[in-house]
């Protein structure tokens, strides 16, 4: 196969042209991305047959397995072979930009462009979401401090601020020292991808509906316990203003032109992990073929897709694919320390069959999932130029084996679409098989029993067991009615269970549930599983040293 020749981004007229948008239904931000006017996309009528392609993939490497790379490929590669295509993807934070992952909007010749743009600012939403936090924060305070009805005492407070950036700093902290009309409190920071106005951001349809779910977000609990909402403190309409325009998915483009929207960038790990509803909504209208990627392992994004983003909109996937590689599966025979920050030992990278058979449960189990989840799989092995062939036919095997309707290689990063045809076919192929997608648990379960679902279903383990301060929290919550939320748990992605060190397909253990969070805008509650941190810490040698701009303005070291 020849490489796809390298390309400057088109200007956006071009591509909303080409995806059939009336310059009624877009609002160029300058030459190379839009925000769609989502009044007039949505008056359009859903296509028949669209479908929705879920990529997720295997418990990766601290470096990922170009789960990103791939979802963008694989939407040039179903345009190259004539599909209607388009991706929904998040919006990268800042915090892994500038911390252990760098760049998060693919790379080689499988990117969005453009590039430089997508991983910093771009349309400036996650600057609204944190904007829009820390005003709730301070008029919260604001509230307390002056005895407002309803009454806050400090140690009822639950509102956190956020910044993104992984400041591990921040996790704990103290806030209101010395000033009379700020209660002094404990609380600390999250990041803007962990919090419940980017929830709201990724979950809502539209304003109407992003309005009424900050309406009821929970920031504390007055005397006797009653929840005091952010409607009841004000300000809900200074938030809404600050998000206006944030809540319209962005329009951009693939390496080779292929239409992609940007939207909403909650982690997998530490939140719901999705793209947003509002750009499933359109997309469906826009393309036959939508790829959206969830965050990290099936365990993780796409657990939360079913659970949570496709509750929400009704659009659930039709099949899923599960990117792989042949480093991750050796990385699960726990024979090789990897580490975040530190580059892969060069061991990990020589073919061994011993260790790639050891770390094969790991593939296995996330096919079960999935197929458990009721949509067909289709094995994306991404391979990389030291790959070896015996691994990867071994990997393929295994796949089918496992029960996976197909195993294709990806070559996108090295040869963008083209590299990518085997499996866009495979794809459009596997969309023939039979798909009844469907969900692990009822609502109506009680809380506990919705995480013990999840626990033995999605992890493998036994059960899970609460904190005394977890079960104080379900209790409360439920007494108050939200019992019937959907649980998001937070956890490592570094391995199926909650336990970064447990490897492969681990069996025999209890996930424990430290505490629980109500994000009752968002409409489910939170689970700290282990000890997952909602504000990360920064790696020895964070990506940000590595990052500089000349004096034409060209930005050095960020992919």
Same mark, same amino acid.
């Given at each position: 196969m020849t490489e796809a020749k390298p390309t400057e981004p088109? =200007?956006?007229?071009?591509?909303?042209?080409? *995806?059939?948008?009336?310059? =009624?239904?877009?609002?160029?931000?300058?030459?190379?991305?839009?925000?769609? +006017?989502?009044?007039?996309?949505?008056?359009?009528?859903?296509?028949? !047959?669209? =479908?929705?392609?879920?990529?997720?993939?295997?418990?990766p490497t601290p470096l990922g397995e170009g789960k990103t790379v791939t979802s963008i490929g694989l939407a040039m590669a179903l345009a190259r072979i004539g599909e209607s295509a388009i991706a929904t993807l998040r919006e990268p934070s800042l915090a892994p930009v500038f911390g252990i992952k760098g760049g998060g909007a693919g790379g !080689?010749?499988?990117?969005? *462009?453009? @590039?430089t743009d997508v991983n910093l600012h771009f349309t400036g939403d996650l600057h609204a979401?944190?904007?829009?936090?820390?005003?709730?924060?301070? *008029?919260?305070?604001?509230?307390?401090?002056?005895?407002?009805?309803?009454?806050?005492?400090?140690?009822?407070?639950?509102?956190r601020r956020v910044v993104d950036v992984s400041d591990r700093g921040l996790r704990e902290i103290t806030t209101g020292k010395g000033e009379r009309l700020a209660p002094q409190r404990e609380t600390g920071f999250m990041l803007p991808a962990a919090s419940e106005v980017m929830a709201i951001l990724a979950l809502a349809k539209d @304003?109407?509906?992003?309005?009424?779910?900050?309406?009821?977000?929970?920031? !504390?609990?007055?005397?006797?316990?009653?929840? +005091?909402?952010?409607?009841?403190?004000? !300000?809900v309409?200074?938030?809404?203003?600050l998000l206006k325009d944030a809540i319209r998915p962005n329009l951009a483009q693939t390496s080779e032109h292929t239409p992609v929207l940007v939207h909403a960038g909650p982690f997998a790990n530490i939140a719901h992990g999705n793209s947003s509803v509002a750009a499933d909504l359109a997309a469906v209208r826009l393309a036959d073929y939508v790829v959206t990627e969830s965050g990290f392992g099936a365990d993780c994004g796409a657990e939360k897709f079913f659970h949570i983003k496709a509750r929400a909109s009704g659009l659930y996937p039709h099949l899923e694919v599960l990117v792989c590689t042949a480093r991750a599966l050796k990385l699960h025979s726990g024979r090789f320390d990897v580490r975040p920050g530190r580059p892969l030992p060069p061991a990990l990278l020589a073919e061994d069959l011993d260790a790639l058979a050891a770390g094969l449960p790991n593939l296995e189990a996330h096919i079960d999932i999935l197929r458990e989840l009721g949509v067909p799989v289709v094995v994306a092995v991404n391979r990389f130029p030291d790959d070896h062939p015996r691994e990867l036919a071994r990997i393929r095997e295994a796949a089918l084996a496992a029960g996976a309707v197909a195993a294709a290689e990806s070559e996108v990063y090295l040869k963008g679409g083209e590299g990518g045809v085997e499996l866009a076919r495979a794809v459009v192929g596997a969309c023939q098989a039979e798909s009844a997608p469907r969900t692990f648990y009822d609502l109506e379960l009680p809380i506990e029993e919705k995480l013990g679902v999840i626990a033995r279903r999605v992890y493998g383990g036994d059960g899970v067991e609460l904190s005394p301060l977890a079960r104080e929290q379900a209790e409360r919550f439920?007494?108050?009615?939200?019992?019937?939320?959907? +649980?998001?748990?937070?956890?490592?992605?570094?391995?199926?269970?909650?336990?970064?060190?447990l490897l492969g397909r681990p069996r025999g253990f209890t996930v424990p549930i430290r505490e629980l969070r109500l994000s009752a805008g968002a409409g489910f509650l939170y689970a700290l599983a282990g000890g997952i941190h909602t504000m990360p810490g920064l790696p020895a040698s964070p990506a940000a040293l590595r990052i500089d701009v000349d004096d034409a303005g060209n930005i050095t070291g960020l992919f």
């Open positions: 088109r =200007r956006i007229d071009e591509i909303a042209s080409g *995806l059939g948008l009336s310059e =009624r239904e877009y609002e160029p931000y300058g030459w190379y991305k839009a925000k769609l +006017v989502m009044d007039a996309v949505m008056a359009r009528s859903p296509r028949p !047959g669209a =479908r929705i392609i879920g990529v997720t993939a295997i418990t !080689g010749r499988a990117a969005l *462009l453009p @590039l979401i944190a904007a829009a936090t820390n005003l709730l924060a301070a *008029l919260v305070d604001n509230h307390a401090g002056r005895g407002l009805e309803p009454k806050l005492a400090p140690d009822d407070i639950t509102w @304003l109407r509906d992003l309005r009424a779910r900050l309406d009821r977000m929970v920031v !504390g609990f007055a005397a006797g316990g009653a929840p +005091v909402t952010a409607k009841d403190v004000g !300000g309409g200074a938030l809404a203003a439920t007494a108050l009615g939200y019992g019937a939320l959907p +649980v998001c748990v937070a956890k490592t992605q570094y391995s199926i269970s909650h336990d970064p060190a």
